[in-house]
C-alpha cells in the first residue's frame, strides 16, 4: 500500500487513502487488501469530494471487487447525496452498498452471524409418533373454508391431538351453576378461564387451583382471583414470515413475556439442536432449572412441544400464527393451558431465506 499510495496516507486498518484517491487507486487497494490472508471482509467507504468523480471511483469498484479471488465478503458505502451511483446499480451487480459506514457494519455483523450458524452440526429432524397430519390438514380446510382467522377452542384441541401436542382436560360451561356442575367430573382441582379474544389475566379472566363445586361457581361469578400456577409458565408460538417462512418462538410465558421480551425465535423445521438453544438460551431458563431450590421443570417435555409446534406449521403452510401462552411446565410433563391459531391461505411460492433452501 505504501509503494503507490501518498505518503500522507495511512496503510493501518483502517486504511485511508485520503481525499485525492481517484478510481484507479481505490481498485488497487481493494485488490491489494483483499489478497492479504489476514484479512476477512472488506468495507469500502467513499465520502466524494467531488461529486463528479463519484461515477469513476464506483467502476473501478465494481471491477476490483468482481477481479477478487478470494471469497470474502465486501461491502461499499456510498456517502453521496446523489445516490448509489449507476455502477453499483446495474443489473449482474450484487454488491451490497449503504448510505452510512454504521448500517455496513451492523449488516455484515448480522452477515458473520449467520455464517456462523450456517456451520454448527445441523442436528436431526426428529421422527414423531402419533402425527395425524391429513387429519389436521382437514382440520384447518375447514377454517379456510369459512375465509380463515381464528380457530375456535375446539378445532385448536383437535388440531393438537393431531400432533400430539399436550392440552389439559376441558369442558366448557355457560353459567356459574353449569361450571360448579361439570367440575366434579375432574380428578383434582381445576382451572377457570373465560374464552374470548382478550388478554385474561390482564382482566383478571383466570383463576387457577380451584376444588371443585362452589368454589368454582365463586370464581366463575365473580372471576377476579388469579391464584399461582403450579409449574413454570413458558411460550410457544409461531408465525409465517413472507421472507423465511415459518418462525418458531419459545419463551417465558404468561404476562412475563411481555415485561421481560425473553423470547428465541429460529426458522422452522427445528432439529434437536435447535430446540435445546432455543430454550437454554432464555435468560429465564434459570427457571426451569431449580431456581431458588425450586424442583426442576421437565425440560424435555418443553423441547418436545416445542418440536411437534414445528412440525406442525412445517406441514401446514395454512397456518399463519399460532400462539401457546401459557404452557405449563410441571416437574413431570407440560401442557398447554391456552392457546390460539389463526390460518389463512398460504402464498403459492415458497419463501426465498427459508431453511434448506429458496
Known amino acids: 500500500l505504501t509503494s503507490f499510495l501518498p505518503e500522507q496516507a495511512s496503510a493501518a486498518n483502517p486504511v485511508d487513502m485520503i ?7 481505490y481498485a488497487r487497494t481493494i485488490r491489494t487488501v483483499a489478497a492479504d490472508p489476514g484479512i476477512d471482509a472488506l468495507i469500502v467507504i467513499y465520502i466524494p469530494p467531488l461529486e463528479s468523480s463519484a461515477h469513476e471511483v464506483a467502476r473501478h469498484m465494481v471491477e476490483a471487487i468482481g477481479s477478487i479471488e478470494r471469497r470474502i465478503p465486501v461491502l461499499t458505502c456510498f456517502m453521496s447525496a446523489r ?20 448500517q455496513a457494519a451492523i449488516a455484515l455483523a448480522h452477515a458473520v452471524e449467520l455464517g456462523a450458524w450456517r456451520a454448527k452440526p445441523l442436528g436431526a429432524f426428529p421422527v414423531l409418533a402419533g402425527i395425524r397430519e391429513d387429519e389436521a390438514a382437514a382440520v384447518l380446510a375447514g377454517a379456510l373454508g369459512r375465509e380463515g382467522g381464528w380457530l375456535d377452542a375446539g378445532e385448536v384441541r383437535l388440531l393438537f391431538e393431531c400432533y400430539g401436542l399436550p392440552t389439559v382436560r376441558e369442558a366448557p360451561a355457560a353459567t ?3 361450571a360448579e356442575r361439570v ?24 383463576a387457577l387451583d380451584l376444588a371443585p363445586g362452589p368454589a368454582v361457581a365463586a370464581a366463575a361469578a365473580a ?15 409461531a408465525a409465517a414470515d413472507p421472507m423465511f417462512g415459518g418462525m418458531i418462538a419459545v419463551g417465558a410465558g404468561g ?25 437454554r438460551g432464555l435468560a429465564t431458563f434459570p427457571l426451569l432449572d431449580g431456581f431458588r431450590g425450586a424442583p426442576k421443570a421437565d425440560v424435555d417435555a418443553l423441547r418436545d412441544v416445542v418440536l411437534r409446534v414445528s412440525a406442525l406449521c412445517a406441514d401446514h403452510a395454512e397456518i399463519a400464527e399460532m400462539d401457546c401462552n401459557p404452557v405449563i411446565v410441571r416437574a413431570n410433563g407440560a401442557a398447554i393451558v391456552d392457546a390460539r391459531v389463526r390460518v389463512q391461505l398460504p402464498e403459492p411460492i415458497r419463501p426465498f431465506a427459508s431453511r434448506g433452501g429458496g
Do not use: C, N, W
Open 223 to 237: 372471576i377476579a382471583q388469579r391464584v399461582e400456577a403450579a409449574g413454570v409458565e413458558m411460550l410457544v408460538g
Open 183 to 206: 367440575s366434579h367430573a375432574f380428578e383434582g382441582h381445576v382451572a377457570l378461564k373465560a374464552v374470548g379474544p382478550i388478554h385474561k389475566t390482564d382482566v383478571g379472566a383466570v
Open 19 to 25: 481525499a485525492s484517491a481517484g478510481g484507479p487507486e
Open 176 to 178: 356459574t351453576e353449569e
Open 83 to 102: 445516490g448509489l451511483p449507476e455502477p453499483l446499480r446495474a443489473p449482474g451487480v450484487r454488491i451490497p452498498s449503504y448510505a452510512y459506514p454504521e
Open 255 to 279: 404476562v412475563t413475556v411481555e415485561l421481560t421480551r425473553d423470547v428465541e425465535v429460529r426458522v422452522a423445521p427445528l432439529t434437536d439442536v435447535d430446540a435445546d438453544e432455543m430454550i
